[in-house]
């Protein structure tokens, strides 16, 4: 990071530990990361501060008040001692997008001579979790195009006080302040002080704030009225601006005094109504004038809220009790999902020296510190352990000393690395498969950590910012120990939606993928999940390894081992999901084994699934659609110039029919 930031984000809070760790996760996890975070703990009697120090990221600068000043206050503080080309302010409760600085950026470069913000995406509150409802355009009435740009009779009018990113060295020039007098509607006085200032307010028409709002987004009371009066009729005696702007300003008053009526008559102050009555009539017919939409307007919020639950950015966890036992009392299976917020990250590397470093890089950017990490290095013959040691190094990691163990009698390797977060390496003599390679990590981590459930990751991809909290959030909003991620590739287009397994195993695509991402859905059920960003409950690993003795099954070594976990559970009367929250970019490839091998394990494997899980009508069929089908493919890859995919798919047959099980032959060399 540059000695002088640009962006200086400005983050006042007062006992906000509730919210306060998503906010700072959806900051710290934007795509433009040349930021400082200023926290100001306003004289928090809650762990505030606490939170904030649990990110171990040296972009966070904590200002402590020892007593209460008032939020204008705080962020007069921040910025005091701010030192980015750009404030953006952010209230402890709210999120962003991860491209929210990045988009507003680009605009700003546009338009020199501004200040920019953006539409906001208003949302309920429900659990501590965000229940999307409009954007603030829906609710002012408003269509103004992609860019708006709102001159202060607009911006009054429509009450777009949307936190925009503005320019320090302008703040400074003309000693612009937050005004503590007119708290709760300090941003009228202080961006049209920016308009005095000679600045263009411009807004686009992209939701990257999430705001957290409430039923009519109107003040809740008559103290917060009386200030919007106050502040109203501060500017009115300025003249800052023209007479149109005066009229504005005069109308935005005397909606206030209507407002007032309405307020008093909510917190039961009936003397106080009947004074406002007396001084306003017209606040009586304002009331109930507005009554009807404020009547629908509540029916639709709690229809929303009782519809579903509908989670925006990193998801806030709450505790949900686990099930003990084989069954419940009404003969359900037992519900199998993490009951903490726990989470160990595995990853499985074979020659991936420049990916591996890419993935830990994206987990390192996006998850601050928040779940451990264990990389199983499977017989490597490049420099994947050097390169990540060398990497760690520099990311402010400890190496610990090497030492020699047996992880379910293989010998191996394995270094701690300390941290935020802990890295875990095991370096494996040989290549022992993708199956038997993920089955060390888990006997690893039950040895070595503590969790809830693991979360798989191939070394070539990398990993969206709320991923993991989404698959743990989604675990148990479905009472599913098994979630997915959607698979996309770099350029953004859909690689992995989730898979149903008999359009799978006849290759029949149209069936095979759950309306291949199903736009109406946040959840869907699927039978089979890539492990390529695969979230796996703890109490369902143990399950699987009591009844069959593992958790990936070694015997298909490579290539439908996650499909074979999640039939497993599938049989076991849980639900498998997949979800959109949950994102993982990845590379197209043949996961590290070559183009050869791919085939044969996917021809052989195929036999292994079908014979397992089939039913008997549809196993006949099998046998008899599948031989035929892979030798026409097999003669087509020969006729097409690749002789070793054919000779890979027809011993991929036969040992799939003869029962051979584990790796290749060619392989095992």
């Known amino acids: 990071m540059s000695s002088r930031p640009l962006f200086s984000v400005i983050l006042p809070v007062r006992n906000g530990e509730r919210y306060l760790g998503s906010t700072l996760f959806s900051v710290l996890g934007q795509t433009y990361d040349d930021l400082e975070l200023i926290v100001i703990d306003d004289g928090s009697t809650d762990e505030t501060s606490a939170c904030v120090r649990r990110f171990r990221d040296p972009r966070i600068r904590l200002l402590t008040h020892p007593e209460n000043r008032g939020v204008c206050e705080s962020r007069n503080s921040g910025l005091d001692i701010a030192r980015g080309k750009w404030i953006a302010p952010i209230d402890a409760d709210d999120r962003w997008t991860k491209d929210r600085l990045e988009r507003l950026l680009s605009v700003a470069e546009e338009h020199p001579g501004s200040f920019v913000g953006n539409n906001l995406l208003i949302c309920f509150s429900r659990n501590d979790e965000l229940v999307p409802w409009k954007t603030l355009y829906e609710v002012r009435g408003i269509d103004p195009g992609p860019l708006y740009f709102p001159d202060p009779r607009a911006f009054i009018d429509f009450e777009l006080s949307v936190l925009p990113i503005f320019p320090l060295d302008t703040i400074r020039s003309r000693r612009i302040r937050f005004r503590q007098q007119f708290w709760g509607h300090d941003w009228l006085v202080f961006l049209l002080e920016l308009y ?11 939701p990257l704030y999430l705001y957290r709002g409430r039923v009519g987004l109107g003040s809740t009371n008559s103290q917060a009225v009386m200030t919007q009066i106050k502040a109203c009729r501060f500017l009115r005696v300025q003249r800052w601006f023209d007479q149109e702007v005066q009229s504005s300003l005069s109308n935005a008053e005397k909606t206030a005094r209507h407002r007032l009526f309405t307020v008093a008559l909510q917190e039961r102050k009936m003397k106080k109504a009947m004074g406002i009555a007396i001084q306003f009539p017209t606040s009586v017919f304002y009331l109930f004038k507005r009554l009807p939409a404020r009547m629908m307007l509540r029916k639709e919020h709690n229809r929303l809220l009782d519809k579903h639950t509908c989670e925006a950015g990193f998801p806030v966890d709450k505790e949900v009790p686990s099930t003990e036992g084989k069954g419940s009392a ?7 999902y993490p009951s903490g917020t726990g989470a160990v990250i595995i990853i499985l590397n074979w020659n991936g020296a420049n990916d591996i470093i890419n993935c830990l890089s994206s987990i390192k950017r996006h998850c601050f510190g928040a779940f451990p990490i264990i990389v199983v290095d499977n017989g490597s013959s ?19 000393p090497w030492a020699q163990t047996v992880i379910r009698g293989h010998e191996a390797k394995t270094c701690v690395l300390a941290g935020p977060p802990r890295l875990s390496l095991i370096s494996l003599p040989k290549n022992l498969g993708g199956s038997e390679g993920r089955n060390i990590g888990i006997e690893w981590a039950f040895g070595h950590e503590r969790f809830d459930g693991l979360f798989f990751l191939d070394n070539d991809a990398e990993l969206r910012w709320d991923s993991i909290g989404a698959c743990i ?54 039978d089979e999940v890539s492990s390529c960003g695969m979230f796996v409950g703890r109490d369902l690993l143990h399950e699987l390894k009591d009844r069959q003795g593992h958790y990936f099954d070694p015997g298909y070594f490579h290539w439908s081992e996650d499909q074979e976990m999640c039939l497993r559970a599938k049989r076991s ?14 590379k197209i490839s043949r996961g590290g084994a070559g183009l050869a091998a791919a085939y044969y394990y996917s021809s052989r494997n195929r036999i292994f699934l079908a014979t397992t899980f089939l039913p008997a009508g549809w196993r006949v069929l099998f046998h008899a659609y599948y031989p035929v089908y892979r030798i026409f493919r097999a003669v087509w890859n020969l006729l097409s110039g690749r002789p070793r995919v054919f000779s890979s798919m027809l011993e991929g047959l036969r040992d799939g029919y003869t029962g051979k099980r584990g790796i290749w032959r060619k392989q095992a060399g």
């Open 382 to 400: 490049d420099d994947s352990i050097i390169r990540i040691i060398d990497w760690a190094g520099c990311q402010d990691w400890t190496p610990g």
């Open 473 to 526: 959030h989604t675990a148990r909003a479905e009472h599913s120990p098994l979630v997915g991620a959607v698979v996309r590739n770099f350029d953004g287009s859909l690689q992995f939606s989730g898979l149903r397994f008999l359009g799978n195993i006849f290759y029949l695509d149209i069936l095979s993928q759950q309306i291949l991402y199903p736009d109406t859905h946040n959840v869907w059920d699927v």
């Open 573 to 586: 009367g849980h639900r498998v999901v997949m979800t959109k929250k949950a994102v993982v970019y990845h």
């Open 196 to 206: 005095r200032a000679g600045l263009k307010y411009v807004i686009i028409d992209e």
């Open 330 to 336: 009404d003969g359900k299976p037992r519900v199998l």
